[in-house]
């Protein structure tokens, strides 16, 4: 009868991203995908700290060692510590890893948002760019790159940045496009907002659970990809190493039966790319959840 | 319908006009002078101009693509001055081999991939899917070679059934002629490329599931049997028809590698190969032969889905 | 209960949940219904109210985590509660049928209309694949389809809204089920289709004897169709009668409360419109007592502690309520409204002039799809200040197009709006958006006009900083003023939008629209996503803010009730044109169109004792291909060879009334048109 509507109890204050963390908690993979990448992060980047190792003066006495008291985890050709290689290799790897999801992913949202508001002509030739990139394989082309670079960490990144913000900039864009028929677009046009506020307090704030999401996804997908190049020999020289340069040492090897070489570093690999597609996965999730909430 | 048929073409030409652009300046800026690539690192740089100039490398670089056009328009990829071969001839004897080990793993991939996705889709959340879920992103998160590694480990190694290498035979056919050996090469593509279509399959008939007419379907009596086989598997399937056009080169990138692990004579350790040589020509040829696959890749796995589903002719 | 007579389907005690991850929601708790044969049953409720988990109940198509906690549904006599999944498909769309809410998802997009009759045909009447197709093409012609042979291999994309309905309902009854259940068979429809589909299935249920029960939040369709009627409220039936005696006695203060705000055709527009406050409990923690006692006028304690049984007051009468009412609420009993302020004859306040807007056809030819269409073509109307203007039509006949012409979303292809002075689309930048404060808008989907990342506080704030007004102290200020305005409390400003209900969320996009001290409020569909108690409230609330800020309103409902209460002069819309314009008496009491007149007529009236009325046929052409000459001739009862040669214009049948239409159903005045 009255008109005052009386607001529904709601026990708690839950703000947006709030609720987001919350539906994330509750999702036990992404628990534990979080919980790898920070144990796998310790133990690459402070492990060498507590457990010192020889990893640039070449031991030939001690090469191909099985696991032993000395070293947990035997030596490689070498004769270099596997363990202590591992973390070496993993810290390359996964710097490699974020450098190149984060380039990708800011060239790939600029790339995508410019497209999405410009629309018309603008967008439809930026698409078609992107469409011609995406047909000629990664892989071909960022090894036909990296044929010329001297391999380093910084070189790594930018091949595999540079070839990878297609994925983002097409996502992105759609994003983009969605949001702009949004309701709340035209509302506060209405309200006489100008396009800069629009864009920074409406599109960039929506459309960021989206790019955190593939950030993620990025990173998982570039260590892969490093570990390919590596593999196929194009990956840090020596005494740099990752992750894909090593099994490619160990592929020689694996027929005399030195499976230390492979597994323990193949696990790690497998490991943190599990991880991080996890995460993204949650990430989503709860995102959508949050925005579909009642 | 042929509206959009004309369309797809147009936009596939222009495509492949920019891929050739971008082909063109690799090859450019990446291999130097053709003169010295085929007079060799001995020749004086005058005997080196006077070749470029006598070929017309020395003209603008306009010209320069517009002959290059001009000679893939011919069919010509170029020639490869290391392997004193002309590019045709090298893809051409590799692409049979190559062809039919990424086809058996593809055709294998769908028919494994398809009921696995929808099964998981149906039997959401249950001990089966969730250990499908499992074992493909463990699939999923693994690079190829690793996953070759295994299973040598296993079945090489370990039990010592199958051969750690590829059939060496120059034959097209080694798949039937010699499919022991051929076994883990094929399984391993397979193996990540079902890891990947799974995983959207599985997705995709989970928002087919969720549609208003499966309930009216089961609302007029029909078995879950006939619910899935009649009205979701065609609705479910036309979303991967469009990733399995757009996943050409993840599958052409696993077939690089795998050739590569198992020493198979393809494409793949053709490329691989001509990396180690910077044998620009080859790999640059290929990488314009694969984008071509890719786009028609897209442009059938559209026109299929436009031929399959009925909303699109109209338009 | 009474016993034979007829009984096809009783449902007893029937209790349902939702098992969700942590929680579990008690959807339907001891739900009692009784369908005969050739007998309509309506089930009326409000979103959330458990009607429809009821109907997927008996078809034992609860969605994943739904199971029948307990109670009967027996069909003559079987129990089909724990019946055995194979001999259910048995049943399902062979003795019960269901036809469900939105006919356009309903249907397999990739398999003809055809095959999807056949279907149940073949899987329960054991027919070949030719006699289906016999049985399909006999039911497409009986659910009233135009050349069924043509439209066995249809796609369901190829056919309208109202046509897949038919063909739905074509899919449900080939099987000649006992029992039929349509879960609001008719609310994604447009209200002249509404009343066909309606009438289609009424029919067809006396023609072929079976039980209906028909679920929906409409009492007017109830009033109309049902024979007898359950009302249900958060779970459980509180009220079962004949419908006359529901509608003329209802015992039951939900009851009682439902049908006094269900709008009407004659609710007097000087009353406030009646309206339930608060809204319905949350079934994953229901109350103890009854649980409408929360809302309930009549309301003790011991409503709150004990829940009262279902139990029969007489012969099929029956109530679960501790302190009954009688019978109906008097209309006059609502407190009038403070009239309109007559400001000061100013003119019109908003001139609408020959605005067009056509889509598509642009240079690019590469886009595909030429084919342009004109959404809206020739519309001129004006406003003056402090009046409403309603605007009314059904989907597709381009309001919503023309809504956001007024406020400046979309450039008009030609003509103008012309707003307090200023025309808009001359106006360019900082003029433009300052001119903007005058004019605001009030969308459809409150959810989607809130952005969902910012606090209600930020919300409000933004109109302030958009337009660079005040301190921040001021405008909090301003803010605070403007919650008390739409009854919020202040509370409300840390909090995120998806916190809120329907009509919660409402409220706070009026208060945005009204941030700005605006002239005009254009609301596109204002009250359309909200249930009927709570949009009362909303309706009630823009009057009253209306009357105490002198606002000038635009109101486009494709519900002629709403506009009947809002406007004080109403357009009505057809495929892009304005066929009749009047005060709202003139189109509602004296309609000269046959459109307006054929949708005063589908209009369902929540009495069950209005007389059948003239009801318009088919359904509105594609706006690609407007119909020659008049543009509603194709569906109009008094077309003639000149109405597809000539385009009527607008003449005059009262002042300020105009209708355009060669064969009207009223003389019009001789008098020279001016302006």
């Known amino acids: 009868m009255t008109e005052t509507a009386t607001a529904r109890p709601v026990p708690e204050l839950t703000s947006g991203w709030r609720l987001a963390v919350r539906s994330f908690a509750q999702n036990r993979l992404a628990v534990l995908g979080v919980g790898i990448i920070v144990a796998l992060v310790l133990f690459c980047f402070a492990g060498p700290h507590l457990y010192v190792t020889e990893q640039i003066t070449v031991d030939p006495v001690s090469s191909l060692l099985p696991p032993d008291a000395a070293h947990p985890l035997g030596t490689d050709a070498q004769g270099f510590d596997v363990l202590g290689r591992i973390m070496r290799g993993g810290q390359a790897s996964l710097q490699i890893g974020l450098f190149a999801a984060l380039i990708a992913t800011a060239i790939g949202t600029l790339y995508g948002t410019v497209a999405g508001l410009a629309g018309g002509v603008v967008d439809g030739v930026m698409m078609r760019v992107v469409d011609t990139l995406l047909s000629i394989p990664f892989l071909f082309i960022v090894l036909i790159a990296a044929t010329r670079f001297s391999s380093t960490v910084l070189s790594l990144s930018l091949i595999l940045g540079a070839f990878s913000w297609l994925a983002p900039a097409r996502l992105v864009r759609a994003e983009v496009l969605s949001l702009r028929s949004r309701g709340f677009v035209a509302a506060a046009t209405v309200m006489g907002a100008t396009k800069l506020r629009i864009i920074t307090r409406h599109l960039i704030p929506n459309a960021l659970g989206v790019v955190i999401v593939n950030i993620t996804f990025q990173v998982a997908d570039a260590i892969i990809a490093v570990s390919l190049l590596g593999f196929l020999g194009f990956g840090l020289n020596y005494p740099d190493v990752e992750w894909g340069t090593q099994l490619s040492e160990g592929v020689s090897y694996l027929f005399e039966g030195a499976w230390w070489l492979i597994y323990p570093v193949g696990g790690c690999l497998v490991l943190v790319v599990m991880a991080f597609n996890f995460v993204g996965d949650a990430l989503r999730d709860s995102i959508d959840v949050r925005l579909r909430r009642r | ?315 | 209960m009474m016993a034979g007579d007829g009984e096809v389907l009783a449902v007893e005690g029937l209790s349902a949940g939702i098992r969700l991850r942590t929680s579990a929601v008690d959807a339907v708790n001891g739900v009692d219904l009784l369908l005969r044969k050739g007998e309509t049953l309506g089930l009326v409720g409000e979103s959330g109210s458990g009607k429809s988990m009821t109907g997927l109940s008996i078809m034992g198509l609860l969605p994943s985590g739904g199971h029948v906690a307990a109670g009967s549904i027996k069909l003559e006599g079987r129990e089909l509660v724990g019946l055995p999944e194979r001999q259910y498909r048995r049943i399902r769309g062979n003795e019960i049928a269901m036809i469900f809410q939105d006919p356009m998802t309903s249907l397999n997009p990739t398999k003809t209309i055809g095959e999807q009759v056949a279907e149940p045909i073949r899987l329960h009447l054991g027919a070949s694949a030719g006699q289906a197709r016999e049985r399909a093409l006999e039911m497409l012609a009986l659910v009233g389809i135009a050349r069924p042979a043509e439209r066995l291999g249809s796609y369901p994309h190829e056919l309208s809204g109202g046509l897949r309905q038919r063909v739905m309902i074509a899919m449900a009854l080939s099987c000649e089920p006992k029992v039929l259940i349509a879960d609001e068979p008719t609310t994604a429809l447009d209200v002249t289709v509404q009343a066909q589909v309606l009438r289609l299935l009424h029919d067809l249920k006396d023609r072929l004897g079976m039980a209906m029960l028909l679920i929906t939040h409409d009492m007017g369709v109830i009033a109309r169709w049902a024979d007898r009627v359950s009302v249900m409220y958060a779970g459980g039936i509180v009220e079962s009668a004949p419908t006359r005696e529901l509608f003329t006695g209802m015992r039951h203060p939900y009851t009682q409360a439902l049908l006094a705000c269900t709008p009407r055709l004659t609710q007097p527009r000087e009353n406030t419109l009646y309206s339930i406050a608060g809204a319905p409990p949350d079934l994953l923690d229901p109350p103890a007592g009854c649980r409408f006692a929360a809302r309930c006028a009549h309301a003790t304690e011991r409503c709150e502690s004990e829940a009262p049984p279902l139990a029969a007051t007489r012969p099929g009468h029956t109530l679960a309520c501790w302190h009954p009412v009688d019978g109906p609420l008097d209309p006059a009993t609502t407190p009038a409204q403070a009239p309109v302020p007559d400001t000061e004859q100013a003119g019109p306040v908003l001139d609408v002039d020959d605005l067009v807007k056509e889509y598509g056809g642009g240079r690019f030819a590469l886009r595909g799809l030429k084919r342009s269409v004109k959404a809206v073509s020739g519309v001129s109307f004006a406003v003056e200040p402090g009046r409403t203007f309603g605007l009314v039509g059904e989907s597709g006949c381009g309001k919503s197009t023309l809504a956001k012409m007024i406020v400046a979303l979309e450039p008009p292809s030609s003509g103008s709006v012309t707003a307090l002075g200023g025309k808009l689309n001359e106006l360019r930048g900082r003029a433009l958006r300052r001119h903007r404060r005058n004019l605001q808008m009030m969308f459809q989907d409150p959810l989607d006009a809130l952005d969902p990342r910012m606090r209600i506080g930020a919300i409000l704030r933004e109109p302030f900083e958009a337009q660079g007004i005040g301190t921040a102290a001021e405008q909090l200020a301003a803010i605070r003023e403007l919650l008390d305005e739409v009854g919020l409390p202040h509370s409300v400003l840390e909090r995120y939008p998806h916190e809120f209900s329907g009509g919660q969320r409402q409220r706070i996009a009026l208060a945005r629209a009204l941030a700005l001290n605006p002239r005009v409020i254009v609301a596109d569909e204002p009250v359309s996503a909200l249930d009927v108690s709570v949009r009362s409230q909303v309706l009630n609330l823009m009057k009253r803010l209306q009357a105490k800020h002198g606002l000038t309103y635009v109101v486009i409902s494709h519900d002629l009730t709403v506009v009947r209460y809002m406007a004080d002069a109403v357009g009505v819309m057809y495929l892009g044109k304005l066929v009749e314009v009047g005060s709202s008496d003139d189109i509602y009491l004296r309609p000269a169109h046959p459109y307006t007149a054929g949708l005063l007529a589908a209009i369902p009236e929540p009495d069950p004792d209005a007389g059948d009325r003239i009801e318009i046929g088919s359904e509105m052409p594609s706006p690609y291909e407007p119909p020659s000459g008049c543009r509603f001739r194709t569906r109009c009862p008094r077309a003639q060879a000149r109405c597809a040669e000539e385009e009527p214009q607008p003449r005059d049948f009262d002042p300020g009334h105009s209708a355009a239409c060669h064969f009207p159903l009223r003389e019009p005045q001789v008098t020279v048109r001016t302006g």
């Open chain 2, 1 to 315: 319908m042929t509206r959009y048929v004309l369309r797809r073409l147009a936009t596939s030409a222009v495509v492949v006009l920019g891929v050739s652009l971008i082909t063109f300046m690799m090859l450019h800026g990446l291999s130097g002078s053709p003169g010295r690539a085929i007079l060799g690192v001995e020749a004086s740089a005058e005997a080196v101009a006077a070749f470029d100039r006598e070929h017309g490398y020395d003209r603008s670089l306009v010209v320069q693509y517009v002959m290059y056009l001009g000679d893939l328009l011919q069919g010509d990829l170029g020639y490869s001055y290391r392997l004193n071969q002309s590019v045709n001839d090298l893809l051409a004897e590799n692409a049979g081999r190559t062809a039919m080990l990424a086809g058996a793993a593809l055709v294998l991939a769908i028919g494994i991939a398809v009921p696995l996705g929808v099964f998981q889709a149906v039997k959401r959340n249950s001990v089966g899917d969730n250990l499908l879920t499992a074992l493909t992103f463990v699939a999923y998160s693994m690079p190829v070679f690793l996953l070759a590694m295994l299973l040598i480990q296993v079945f090489a190694l370990g039990l010592g059934i199958l051969p750690a290498q590829a059939s060496q035979s120059s034959s097209n056919f080694v798949i039937f002629t010699e499919p022991r050996a051929m076994l883990l090469p094929v399984l391993t593509l397979t193996g990540v490329t079902v890891a990947m279509y799974s995983r959207y399959q599985r997705s995709a008939a989970l928002d087919q599931l969720a549609q208003d007419y499966i309930r009216v379907a089961r609302a007029k009596g029909l078995s879950t049997r006939m619910v899935l086989t009649r009205h979701l598997l065609r609705n479910a399937c036309l979303p991967l028809v469009t990733l399995i056009g757009m996943s050409i080169p993840l599958l052409l990138a696993g077939n690089l590698v795998v050739e590569s692990v198992f020493n198979y004579p393809g494409l793949g350790l053709l490329f691989f190969n001509s990396l180690n040589n910077q044998d620009y020509p080859v790999l640059l040829g290929y990488t314009l032969v694969a984008s071509i696959m890719t786009v028609l890749g897209n442009l059938l796995a559209d026109l299929v889905v436009a031929v399959s589903d009925p909303r699109t002719q109209n338009a």
